[in-house]
C-alpha cells in the first residue's frame, strides 16, 4: 500500500478525542478515502450528506486515481448537480448503478444520509445487484439491513439505521465494507463472489487481512547460574 506524503494522520485531528470508532477514522484517513476539516478537527458528530457519501466511494473505488475530473462532463441526467462540487463523483457512482435519483431527474446531493442509505450504496459498490437482491420497491431499506448486517456493514454499529449518519459512523460503515468479499456474477439468481475471494480493500489497495490462531505458545528459559 502506498500512501502520498501529503496525506493526513489521525494524530493530526484536533479533535481526535471524540471520535468513537477510531480504528475506521484512522485506516481511511490513511487510505485517504476520508479527510479532514479545512481547521484540522474531523468533526466526528457532523451528519453527512449524500454528495459526500458519493465522494467518499468513489475515492474508495478508484483509490483517489481522479474520477471527479473523468466524469466531470459526462451527462447523467441529473438535474440539480452542475453547480455542485461532488458533480464528477455522483456521476461515477451514478454510472455504476451505485446511487439513484430521486425518480423525478434529481439527485438532492446536500440532503443527509442515512445508515441505511449509504449500506445500500456500499452493497451496490461490492457488486450486488440491486434489483435482483430487492434493494429497489417498498421493501429495499428491509433488505438491504438484512444483507448489510448478514455481511457485517453493520458490525458495532448500534444506532437506527434510520436516522442522518455522521462522519464518525459513516467512516465505520465504510471500514467495514471494504472487507466484504465482492461479487463477480450472479447464476439462477445467486450471487457468486470472485474466487480469489477478492474484497475492496485487497483489489484496491492490495492490502489483505490475515486471520490466524495461536495453536501453541512455547516459552524457552534460560538459567543463570549465580557464582559459587
Keep these: 500500500m502506498v500512501v502520498s506524503a501529503s496525506a ?22 490513511t487510505l485517504e478515502i476520508i479527510e479532514g476539516k479545512p481547521d484540522g478537527s474531523y468533526a466526528p458528530g457532523e451528519n453527512v450528506d ?8 468513489s475515492v474508495m473505488l478508484s483509490n483517489n486515481q481522479n474520477c471527479d475530473d473523468l466524469y466531470m462532463n459526462v451527462n447523467s441526467g441529473l438535474t440539480d448537480i452542475s453547480a ?16 439513484a435519483g430521486r425518480g423525478n431527474g434529481t439527485f438532492d446531493p446536500d440532503a443527509g444520509v442515512t445508515a441505511v442509505e449509504a449500506a445500500k450504496m456500499l452493497l451496490v459498490a461490492a457488486g450486488y ?15 438491504v439491513n438484512a444483507k448489510g448486517s448478514a455481511l457485517g456493514i453493520f458490525r458495532n454499529f448500534t444506532k437506527d439505521v434510520t436516522q442522518p449518519l455522521n462522519r ?22 445467486y450471487a457468486l463472489a470472485f474466487k480469489d475471494s477478492r474484497t475492496i480493500l485487497s483489489a484496491m489497495y492490495g492490502v489483505y487481512k490475515v486471520e490466524g490462531v495461536v495453536v501453541a505458545n512455547e516459552l524457552s528459559l534460560i538459567h543463570i547460574s549465580e557464582p559459587t
Design 129 to 143: 445487484d440491486p434489483k435482483i437482491e430487492g434493494f429497489e420497491g417498498n421493501d429495499w431499506a428491509i433488505n
Design 8 to 29: 493526513v494522520s489521525y494524530n493530526d485531528f484536533s479533535d481526535r478525542g471524540e471520535i468513537v470508532n477510531k480504528d475506521a477514522v484512522s485506516m481511511l484517513t
Design 84 to 99: 455542485n462540487w461532488a458533480k464528477g463523483y455522483i456521476n461515477y457512482c451514478y454510472s455504476l448503478g451505485i446511487i
Design 168 to 189: 464518525d459512523d459513516a467512516a465505520l460503515l465504510i471500514y467495514n465494507a471494504l472487507d466484504i468479499e465482492m461479487i463477480e456474477k450472479y447464476e439462477n439468481g
Design 50 to 57: 449524500r454528495a459526500q457519501m458519493a465522494k467518499m466511494i
